[in-house]
């Protein structure tokens, strides 16, 4: 595609673009020949808010050109992974050996059911009968603790 509208940051706005998917990668192409690598963000109809991972400076909408690859990032996964020390985008940089990825995983990961967890039954009595009536507290939930400044709060 040529069809980059416009930069805004790290992201390129991407138009006329056909069945974008949600976190596809894409490749784009600079007038001088350099290779970006970005992410969908957001789809809205033939819209497409990509974030390119290395930067924005030097791209330009009117002769950048974008290449939808049809995959997600994935990224390698094996036993020689432990105690190995990355940076943000899976690369070693710990001057170990490379990696040699037995399996490759989708770096979103599976959402977390909400029905599968296990139900609060254990109730904690705080002894001020307004909480304990009308805002129950379940041990293991997470619980706001509001405090004014200069009061001990962990007591």
């Known amino acids: 595609y040529k069809t980059v509208s416009g930069v805004n ?3 390129v706005i991407l138009d006329e673009v056909k069945f974008p998917k949600y976190a596809e990668i894409v490749q784009l ?27 924005t400076s030097g791209i330009d909408a009117k002769n950048t050109l974008c290449e939808f690859t049809g995959d997600i990032l994935r990224t390698p996964v094996s036993e020689d992974m432990l105690g ?10 710990d001057k170990g050996p490379p990696i040699l990825a037995e ?3 989708d770096i979103q990961g599976q959402p977390i059911n909400p029905w599968s967890r296990i139900y609060p039954e254990e109730m904690i ?3 001020i009968s307004a909480i304990d009536v009308m805002n129950s507290i379940a041990r293991g939930q997470k619980i706001p603790i509001f405090s004014a400044a200069g009061l001990p709060h962990n007591e």
């Open 9 to 11: 940051g790290p992201l």
């Open 29 to 55: 192409k600079l007038a001088d020949g350099s290779i970006r690598s970005g992410q969908v963000l957001e789809v809205s109809g033939s819209k497409a808010v990509v974030q390119v991972f290395e930067g």
């Open 84 to 93: 190995r020390v990355f940076n943000g985008s899976g690369k070693p940089i």
């Open 103 to 105: 399996d490759f995983l």
């Open 125 to 127: 009595q705080t002894g």
